[in-house]
């Protein structure tokens, strides 16, 4: 006697494989909907037209003779600015965007004390952008560190 095919091995195992790959199919797509990575802004043409405008903010920043190095430690960033030919320390307005987590971006208003030493009170770990402006955005100092550092000089 011929068992009826809802008993048989090979009809459930034929049934068995297209099912699991639709059901990691759609373990997948949730999965990436909920963690995804925004690498590419969506004003990129605005941006793009930007760094014209930013390319000339660093050369006046090189033509005043500015420069920033950036130290940190498990609990506080300390940006010491170098004047140049500025009358005196001016508030700064930093920009801090992580590679991969616009989430995680911020900007602080700094004060310098009378040496000419920032302080931020925040713990940052891992690789940063980080951009230095002043109010009127006359000039910028930009550059890439990884946090904690013990020392990295902003080009400008």
Same mark, same amino acid.
């Given at each position: 006697?011929? /068992?009826?095919?809802?008993?048989?091995?090979?009809?459930?195992? =034929?049934?068995?494989? @297209? !099912?699991?790959?639709? %059901?990691? %199919?759609?373990?997948? *797509?949730?999965?990436?909907?909920?963690? $995804?990575?925004?690498? *590419?802004? +969506?004003?990129?043409?605005? /941006?793009?037209? &930007?760094?014209?405008?930013?390319?000339?903010?660093?050369?006046?920043?090189? +033509?005043?003779?500015?420069?920033? %190095?950036? *130290? $940190?430690?498990?609990?506080? *960033?300390?940006?010491? #600015?170098?004047? &140049?030919? !500025?009358?005196? #320390? @001016?508030?700064?307005?930093?920009? #801090? %965007?992580?590679?991969?987590?616009?989430?995680?971006? #911020?900007?602080?208003? =700094?004060?310098?004390?009378?040496? &000419?030493?920032?302080? !931020?009170?925040?713990?940052?770990?891992?690789?940063?952008?980080? +951009? =230095?402006? @002043?109010?009127?955005?006359?000039? !910028?100092?930009? &550059?890439?560190?990884?946090? @904690? $550092?013990?020392?990295?000089?902003?080009?400008?």
């Amino acid at each position: 006697m011929v /068992k009826p095919w809802y008993k048989q091995f090979w009809p459930w195992f =034929l049934i068995i494989l @297209p !099912l699991t790959v639709v %059901t990691w %199919t759609i373990a997948t *797509v949730i999965v990436f909907s909920k963690n $995804s990575v925004s690498l *590419v802004a +969506e004003d990129y043409y605005k /941006k793009g037209k &930007g760094i014209n405008v930013d390319i000339s903010k660093i050369k006046v920043a090189k +033509e005043l003779g500015l420069n920033a %190095t950036i *130290v $940190s430690d498990d609990t506080a *960033v300390t940006i010491v #600015f170098d004047k &140049g030919s !500025l009358a005196h #320390f @001016p508030a700064l307005t930093a920009t #801090f %965007t992580h590679r991969t987590l616009p989430d995680r971006d #911020f900007t602080k208003l =700094l004060t310098a004390d009378a040496k &000419g030493v920032y302080r !931020l009170d925040n713990h940052i770990e891992g690789p940063w952008f980080v +951009e =230095l402006q @002043p109010h009127d955005q006359k000039w !910028l100092i930009q &550059g890439r560190v990884t946090f @904690p $550092s013990p020392s990295t000089l902003l080009m400008n």
